[in-house]
């Protein structure tokens, strides 16, 4: 019976998109993680050179760490919506979660 539960599983399309999806996902984050280091290092080096953080930076870094938040919420399967670019940029930190009760 376990067997037949697998197979069923192994054969189900929405599944496999997912995995892609979760691929395509996964490289879009190391660029993301890359992105935010760069923010970090030009915040640092703007609050060493002038005393004040870039605003524009601030706002920048907001905005990908969200997105980046709305990444790993959809690779560990908490929620379904697919983050940008098949999505809205959604800069808000609002995200439907699945809850499982």
Known sequence: MQHDQLNENLKRIETWKRIIFMLIYALIDSMVRLMLWLVVLLQT???LLTGNSNINLLEFGRS???????I???LTFSTEK????FSDWNVSAEFEVIKKD
């Open 45 to 47: 080096a703007s609050v």
């Open 82 to 85: 697919l983050p940008f670019p």
């Open 72 to 74: 790993l919420l959809f």
């Open 64 to 70: 990908l760490s969200t997105y980046h938040y709305h």
